[in-house]
């Protein structure tokens, strides 16, 4: 496996915990668990490799201060029906492959995920998402983002540092950038679905979803916004 080093130097974005609320949705919300997807004018839903079109696990505006992503809208879809770990591909200089959200996944033709962060998501999509429930989410600063031990402090966060599972990963965009760590989702998370849909396999409750096999997810995003999908979820455990 290739052996990312460690910089030192890395920015630390200010941080805020993301908490899910408990009252269920009846109408679109820009910062929600499922929902409407807010998608730029003409852009699709879209669909994972299987045809199924891919559900919608959360979403939201990433504050104005998390800067370069602040104002931009974050989504994050992954397929009901495959579930597995990301496994990143890289060139050998060390990026990962041009247009790796959309690259192979051995075993699978293209990625069981899709996460997006633009400038353009201005409306909301007609169909609320099928499985997952919608909740509302709400952002609350971290007074600090890093713990005692000097590491990232855990929980479902964006902005800040990784509360790492093992030891840090980074990666390269595709465009030559340095990904930065974005949001994190802490290890078997689980994001409760509508009754009698059918089970996510490997997932662990029959009324949740779990992203990644229930992995701790990091999302690196490119500071370079080269494309809305050019963000990387490392997976850890
Ligand atoms: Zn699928
Ligand atoms: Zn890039």
Redesign the pocket.
């Known amino acids: 496996m290739f052996e990312n080093e460690v910089n030192e130097t890395r920015a630390v974005l200010p941080g805020y915990a993301i908490d899910v609320g408990a009252e269920p949705l009846d109408r679109p919300a820009r910062n929600s668990v499922g929902g409407w997807p807010f998608l730029d004018d003409g852009q699709e839903w879209p669909e994972?490799?299987?045809g199924?079109r891919l559900a919608l696990f959360f979403q939201f505006d990433i504050p104005l201060n998390v800067e370069p992503f602040g104002g931009d809208h974050l989504l994050v879809f992954h397929?009901r029906?495959?579930n597995d770990a990301s496994e990143p591909e890289l060139t050998d200089d060390g990026r990962l492959v041009p247009a790796y959200w959309d690259a192979p996944r051995p075993p699978y033709p293209r990625p069981?995920w899709r996460v997006l962060l633009q400038r353009h998501a201005t409306r909301p999509t007609p169909d609320r998402e099928p499985s997952v429930r919608a909740l509302p989410l709400t952002l609350r600063p971290l007074a600090d983002t890093l713990d005692r031990h000097g590491r990232g402090v855990p929980g479902f966060n964006v902005g800040g540092t990784p509360s790492w599972a093992q030891d840090p990963e980074y990666y390269r965009c595709a465009c030559g950038a340095d990904l930065m760590h974005l949001c994190q989702v802490p290890e078997g998370w689980s994001f409760d679905v509508h009754p009698g849909l059918p089970e996510q396999p490997y997932t662990i409750y029959a009324d949740t979803y779990l992203l990644f096999l229930g992995n701790e997810v990091y999302l690196q995003a490119c500071p370079a916004h080269c494309d809305p999908a050019a963000v990387w979820p490392v997976n850890q455990h």
């Open positions: 994972c490799f299987c199924e397929c029906a495959h069981f």
